[in-house]
């Protein structure tokens, strides 16, 4: 069966650190993957996506970046944290062929302080 | 731009009410869609989901929606909400042009239940 793993479940960094977020899949190839942010009253927010290996899109101006060095493997990260970078961030994969369910990960709530 | 659109930000209701969570999306083509709910404290799960066929879909829990093509809508429904469904939810589509598998939500709707 698949699974997501993504760590760390909680963080703590200050302004100006950098950041990296790891999200591994198990159990299925070629999997589109995406990283979301939920801040408070504000829902689900898309910040990038994944259909392949070295393949980004960016669905918002920001202070992040991401990469896909391997197939499963989905990396958010950033230079320089900002305040305003604090939420709660998800990944989250699909099976590549159409009609298929989005599964999420445990996520992991960032705190810049 | 693609985009979904929930039209209740809050919603309370007593035990035993009828629910009609409301969720628009603007794309003109094929898409797959979902809803999802997060009960406090924990991760996001799957609610039900349309891919094509019949458009009244039936979920977990006594959740049902239905996929209205004309209006671009996905509404989710529940005859007796209990305390139990006070949770966020949350519609997200899938556009299938191409094969972005770009998956987009809601702003998403806090049901509160009172018993």
């Known amino acids: 069966s698949q699974t997501i793993h993504q760590w760390p479940a909680t963080l703590v960094q200050p302004v100006g650190s950098p950041l990296s977020l790891e999200c591994t899949v198990e159990g299925t190839s070629n999997p589109n993957l995406y990283w979301y942010r939920q801040a408070a009253g504000r829902g689900l927010q898309l910040l990038f996506y994944s259909v392949g290996i070295g393949q980004i899109s960016s669905e918002v101006p920001q202070n992040l970046s991401a990469s896909r060095p391997q197939d499963r493997q989905f990396i958010l990260s950033s230079k320089k944290l900002l305040l305003s970078d604090s939420g709660f961030y998800l990944c989250?994969?699909?099976?590549?062929?159409?009609?298929?369910?989005?599964?999420f990960g445990e996520g992991s709530w960032l705190t810049v302080v | 731009a693609q985009s979904v659109s929930q039209h209740n930000h809050h919603v309370i209701l007593s035990e035993a009410a009828s629910l009609e969570l409301g969720c628009n999306y603007s794309y003109g083509g094929t898409v797959n869609l979902f809803w999802y709910v997060q009960y406090p404290g924990q991760h996001l799960q799957l609610l039900l989901k349309y891919f094509s066929g019949d458009p009244l879909v039936k979920g977990i829990k006594g959740f049902e929606a239905e996929f209205i093509k004309s209006k671009f809508s996905f509404n989710l429904r529940k005859p007796s909400v209990q305390w139990s469904d006070t949770a966020e939810y949350f519609c997200?589509?899938?556009?299938?042009?191409?094969?972005?598998?770009?998956?987009?939500f809601g702003q998403g709707t806090t049901l509160q239940v009172k018993p």
């Open positions: 997200a589509v899938i556009p299938l042009s191409g094969n972005t598998g770009k998956l987009i």
């Open positions: 989250a994969w699909r099976s590549g062929t159409t009609g298929n369910t989005i599964y």
